[in-house]
């Protein structure tokens, strides 16, 4: 199975943007097996569903929250996600962990979460 490492958190401003990425490494050809999807933690509250992505990028769903704002994208050659995050506010404000899902299953592979912080 893949494993998955999150990059690119940080400290962002009000109404600034950040990009966050997300390795998978793993036998050659799995990535492409896996739907993949964007969570976030905010502090003191449970971990919420921010984007997904299908295999072939056919079928992407956002949070309410962020829709209009985020942007869920992977890259399967490189086997590599994204979240493109504009406009942030504070209820931003989160680890954002990466994760992974074989068809029919739960999201299952995690990845140690990078730590989003937007200042107001």
């Known amino acids: 199975q893949v494993k998955l490492a999150e990059s690119g958190g940080g400290l962002a401003q009000f109404g600034g943007s950040l990009r966050l990425s997300c390795s998978a490494s793993?036998?050659?050809?799995?990535?492409?097996?896996?739907?993949m999807g964007w969570f976030r933690q905010p502090p003191g509250k449970e971990r919420e569903s921010v984007a997904t992505?299908?295999?072939?990028?056919?079928?992407?769903t956002y949070a309410d929250s962020v829709k209009g704002r985020f942007t869920i994208s992977r890259d399967n050659a490189k086997r590599m996600v994204y979240l493109q995050m504009n406009s942030l506010n504070s209820e931003d404000t989160a680890v954002y962990y990466c994760?992974?899902?074989?068809?029919?299953?739960?999201?299952?592979?995690w990845g140690q979460g990078t730590q989003v912080t937007v200042a107001s």
């Open positions: 994760a992974a899902r074989q068809p029919g299953r739960a999201f299952d592979i």
């Open positions: 793993g036998p050659a050809g799995i990535f492409n097996l896996y739907q």
């Open positions: 992505i299908t295999q072939s990028s056919a079928t992407i």
